[in-house]
């Protein structure tokens, strides 16, 4: 039988919803598209500066200080930014988050278009790299999602394991507790989570397993005991 990530509660899973994205993401068919609909709603606009947690932000929650050479140049007035110039600094972020999960994660392209989105909005909030310093597990599991065949129930648990790191901080004694992520942003962090294994058809994809022998219906069980 398919060993199971620790954690995962299988039968609370068959419930995922199945190809309908989530409140704010609505698949497009174009990744891209989707990712800057889903950071629009998400962020909101603003034209002038404001307070973003002790640093100034402006436009979609773009960090003034952190804004890139190529991205500070498509704003006229960092005092008076229009909606075009954000919208094009969007796109631009966008394109570059994309590019930093596909170097990041083998065959990120072909993984199911929320969880593409979800990983994109959570590294646009958090910061790229603050993933790869900060959240080594949930990592992990993305790269053992990239790594299994598409649509497989190995690449269900990866991400259903990244789901979990998504939320929790897991203590040696298995003690967890949220993540600050979870705690400072709840309804976007859970969102995003949810949104990892948004397009798995659950019923369907352990009803296959188990034809195949991957999966036994003692595995349902004991998973669903331990969560």
């Known amino acids: 039988a398919l060993e199971m990530p620790e954690g995962t509660n299988v039968a609370m899973l068959e419930d995922a919803p199945v190809g309908n994205g989530t409140e704010n993401i609505k698949p497009t068919g174009n990744v891209t598209e989707t990712a800057i609909k889903t950071l629009v709603s998400q962020e909101g606009f603003e034209s002038e500066?404001?307070?973003?947690?002790?640093?100034?932000?402006?436009?979609?929650?773009?960090?003034?200080?952190?804004?890139?050479?190529?991205?500070?140049?498509?704003?006229?007035?960092?005092?008076?930014?229009?909606?075009a110039e954000a919208d094009a600094v969007l796109r631009l972020k966008t394109q570059k988050a994309e590019t930093w999960w596909t170097g990041e994660v083998e065959n990120f392209s072909t993984l199911p278009e929320t969880t593409q989105v979800a990983a994109i909005s959570m590294g646009y909030q958090l910061?790229?790299?603050?993933?790869?310093?900060?959240?080594?597990?949930?990592?992990d599991a993305m790269k053992r999602a990239g790594e299994s065949a598409q649509g497989s129930l190995e690449q269900f648990t990866a991400l259903a394991e990244a789901r979990f790191h998504m939320l929790y901080n897991e203590a040696a004694d298995g003690a967890t507790k949220l993540t600050k992520w979870a705690t400072q942003t709840k309804d976007r962090a859970f969102e995003m989570a949810d949104?990892?294994?948004?397009?798995?058809?659950?019923?369907?994809?352990?009803?296959?397993?188990?034809?195949?022998?991957?999966?036994?219906?003692?595995?349902?069980?004991?998973?669903s005991e331990e969560g």
């Open 127 to 139: 910061g790229l790299p603050n993933l790869t310093e900060e959240w080594p597990k949930f990592m």
């Open 49 to 83: 500066p404001y307070d973003d947690m002790g640093s100034e932000s402006v436009g979609y929650g773009f960090q003034i200080a952190s804004l890139e050479p190529d991205e500070r140049a498509l704003i006229k007035d960092i005092n008076n930014v229009t909606q």
């Open 195 to 223: 949104a990892m294994i948004a397009d798995f058809d659950m019923p369907s994809l352990i009803g296959n397993a188990m034809a195949d022998e991957q999966f036994t219906a003692s595995d349902i069980d004991m998973v």
